[in-house]
């Protein structure tokens, strides 16, 4: 039996059958598989798991990337997780995998960047593995603590709420996109996109600030686009959802690269992914007061309304007047490389 | 900046230069990187977590070792660090990457054994994550609950303490070094170290009823062997030890495979590694009583007292009224590959 022989199974697919496999929530677990975080009970309650592996050619091109940029892009990455459920950072279990005679100094800038960037949240890094790989491997492991709030789940939108997100969107992808054009990294009219690709910053105090009002009904954070994700949460919230293209936020440092290398900023902005904003629902009367909190919590982190959560079923894009049913356009590994 | 690059860190050296990075135990971190878990503290206090990383080709070769082997002994190996420490499981974090393509039976065999591996001893996989990847690579995260016990390190051996094992020796080394022979896995003579190899049993009972005994200075999971795993425990509680040769539990079904092989079966209860057996030492009073409460614990079990810790430094073999230095013989991915 290999495991590269022909079948199709998506990414979604995979995830579907190893949640079968695991049983579900249930018992002393109170959100399973399928969240942004696991949400332990029992004993463990107000604690929230994630857990993210990234392989070197899949997640990260170490030709476009430092080291440094791989360790601070990876805890980044896992710290939104955590900010998505309004967790505070507390411990980090990273396992790496190096192929042999690794350099000191590749894992000093790996590991240092990415303990730095767990240490500005409050993150300590606790323990690991480290292993011979034929390429690089990193697997971390986050768990946050809750406190006395309850974790914001995918789940829990409802019918008429508006979507909002932070931030900006769209820089990860043109950023990406502008590296992998083969231009120069150091042009100033690319700058804000490619450290918006390399550097990305958690929203870990908005998430938290968030959380906090008990104001928001769901909450996730954009790994893989609006395009993708809004969908997920809305189909965990029962629901389907409408955005308006004038709405969405897309990074002028987007737009400047969309100019440049003739591409789309609001398809970076939308399926781009990777740019770790939050999204969340909430009751439209109480987007200003939330943005508010935001701003105060983070130093000034925007709030934009997006769209609404509809009846559905399914995700829909109203641009120009006419609306266009979203698919998944984000990022599945598997999908993406199946013929 | 390459990640291969000559240079030779070991996986010891890689393991330090993590640790120093991410700046050791301390606040709220009971134990840090180097013990079997991290023993967590503050509002987390009382639990315990391991992870462990695994690549194909590295760690198992899917010729020698059907999907469901490679799950029920990443789960098994995991568990065995829980049960270094007297833990009782209690949730599992699995990130999976798989080539393109995946099968579903093969994700189904593997994960299905995890998760029955697992539940068999109080564990819930709660969470993961699910990538692709050139080869398959499998990180297991795994949360156990001390209650109210308190965890047994590596460094709080005695002088002068028993340096006990359970079980056998030697029976993974010989099923691996049948199986690396192409030699037949069904062949009677060498099912109990194929086995060994294969389905490790994790000793979460006997772990668990040692913690509880109170009697226990130290302990650790013997998963590189004693040869390398001794000389941890020993220089963790400051100390050296002996061993003698004669003591060592040797698995008879490793001395039918070195028979057939003329192989080493000293060598694989010693060096083999991934037996998974527990290492612990105690006052040796104390040995007979434990070795009971063990052997209760788990229907049968054997203890068996394999040494001593002595001043130091370092760890010597007595074989034959002849004591040699033990080095690490163990298994060291890295260094293996140094030229």
Redo the contacts between chains.
């Keep these: 039996?290999?495991?590269?022989?022909?079948?199709?199974?998506s990414?979604e697919?995979?995830?579907n059958?190893?949640a079968s496999?695991?049983?579900g929530a249930g018992?002393?677990?109170t959100v399973?598989?399928g969240d942004d975080?696991?949400v332990?009970g029992g004993?463990?309650a107000?604690?929230v798991?994630?857990?993210?592996?990234?392989?070197q050619?899949?997640?990260f091109d170490?030709g476009l990337m430092?080291?440094s940029d791989v360790g601070h892009r990876s805890m980044a990455a896992n710290l939104s997780d955590l900010a998505a459920m309004g967790a505070e950072p507390?411990?980090g279990?990273?396992?790496?995998?190096?192929?042999?005679?690794?350099?000191?100094?590749?894992?000093?800038?790996l590991?240092?960047s990415m303990?730095s960037q767990g240490r500005a949240y409050g993150l300590?890094?606790?323990?690991?593995?480290?292993?011979?790989?034929?390429?690089?491997?990193i697997?971390l492991?986050l768990?946050g603590?809750m406190g006395n709030l309850a974790p914001v789940l995918r789940s829990g939108g409802l019918l008429g709420d508006a979507v909002c997100v932070t931030g900006l969107l769209g820089g990860s992808g043109a950023g990406l996109a502008w590296l992998q054009a083969g231009r120069d990294p150091e042009d100033p009219a690319a700058a804000g996109a490619v450290a918006a690709h390399q550097r990305p910053t958690p929203r870990v105090e908005a998430g938290r600030a968030l959380a906090e009002s008990g104001q928001v009904h769901a909450m996730m954070d954009l790994s893989d686009g609006l395009a993708s994700d809004l969908p997920r949460l809305a189909r965990a919230s029962g629901l389907g959802a409408a955005v308006e293209a004038e709405l969405v936020p897309i990074d002028p440092a987007a737009m400047a690269v969309a100019q440049a290398l003739e591409g789309d900023a609001l398809g970076w902005a939308l399926a781009g992914g990777e740019d770790f904003e939050l999204m969340f629902t909430c009751d439209p009367g109480r987007v200003e007061l939330l943005a508010q909190l935001v701003a105060e919590a983070t130093g000034g982190l925007a709030v934009s309304q997006v769209g609404r959560l509809t009846p559905g079923p399914g995700v829909t894009l109203i641009r120009q007047g006419k609306e266009e049913p979203i698919t998944y356009m984000g990022f599945d590994?598997?999908r993406e490389?199946?013929p």
């Design positions: 039996m290999s495991p590269d022989a022909p079948a199709h199974l990414e697919e995979i995830i059958l190893v496999l695991a049983g018992g002393e677990l399973g598989i975080c696991a332990l004993a463990q107000g604690l798991v994630t857990t993210d592996l990234l392989v050619g899949v997640h170490l430092s080291p507390a411990w279990f990273l396992s790496l995998g190096l192929p042999a005679h690794p350099q000191a100094s590749f894992v000093s800038e590991v240092g303990v300590k890094l606790a323990g690991g593995d480290t292993v011979k790989s034929p390429v690089v491997v697997n492991c768990l603590a590994h598997f490389s199946a």
